[in-house]
């Protein structure tokens, strides 16, 4: 089964509106921590919010929330007031506690588009 | 400027040739991983080394080697033995003892004819 599904493989949204790209994730560990990375055409990988399983409060980085819904395993990213330089990659990805090198499982990833 | 460098940007080699592509990061970081991307996919672990001397094989290292003789060093090697060695390839480090962040270098991407 695969361990982090994102079931957007596109998404456009008009410039300075809100788009929220969706993460649901598969663990049987009760600690673990969530990823949202950004990738340019350009290639790198860019951090942009961490949310660890037993933080209470969702994530937030600037125009970047993370909407953690335990329950319902899933960790939607938010980007408020979209801009042209948003439009990437988005990877939501995962670290397990019992992982001892620390690894992440990526998910597959959306394209997300921003209109002028 | 503390980072990560991966070089070439692109490379390209013969089928049945040993190619390997460095990684070096200045960041004091403890922990290296070396990934694969494929078109329009997420990142697959190659390889990981959480200190000197030292790595475990990722999801996907058939095909694959490593070394860590240096802290800030991890260089991959795609073999012959790889079937389909073209792809964009991601080093990443994290600092084992603060965070869980992993930060990545600029990637290569290998094409292979």
């Known amino acids: 089964a695969q361990k982090i599904t994102q079931t957007q493989p596109g998404m456009f949204v008009q410039e300075k509106e809100a788009v929220t790209l969706d993460c649901t994730y598969d663990?049987?560990?009760?600690?673990?921590?969530l990823f949202w990375y950004k990738q340019p055409s350009s290639g790198e990988m860019i951090f942009l919010i961490y949310?660890?399983?037993?933080?209470?409060q969702n994530a937030t980085e600037g125009r970047y929330s993370l909407n953690f819904q335990k329950a319902r395993k899933s960790a939607n990213l938010v980007i408020s007031a979209s801009q042209l330089g948003d439009s990437a990659m988005y990877f939501c990805?995962?670290?397990?506690?019992?992982?001892?090198?620390?690894?992440?499982?990526f998910g597959g990833g959306t394209r997300l588009m921003v209109k002028p | 400027d503390g980072g990560i460098t991966q070089s070439p940007k692109y490379l390209f080699r013969k089928e049945g040739q040993n190619v390997t592509l460095s990684c070096e990061q200045n960041?004091?970081?403890?922990?290296m991983y070396w990934y694969r991307q494929d078109p329009g996919q997420g990142l697959r672990l190659i390889y990981y080394?959480?200190?000197?001397?030292?790595?475990q094989k990722g999801d996907i290292a058939e095909g694959y080697s490593v070394s860590r003789e240096k802290k800030e060093s991890f260089p991959l090697t795609v073999t012959s033995a790889q079937k389909n060695p073209t792809a964009f390839y991601l080093c990443?480090?994290?600092?084992?003892?603060?965070?869980?962040?992993?930060?990545f270098g600029p990637g290569t991407r290998l094409t292979v004819t």
């Open positions: 990443a480090s994290r600092d084992s003892g603060y965070s869980y962040e992993q930060y």
């Open positions: 990805a995962m670290r397990e506690l019992n992982n001892a090198g620390n690894m992440l499982t």
């Open positions: 663990t049987s560990d009760q600690s673990y921590g």
């Open positions: 080394s959480q200190i000197v001397n030292d790595f």
């Open positions: 949310q660890g399983s037993y933080d209470e």
């Open positions: 960041l004091n970081h403890d922990a």
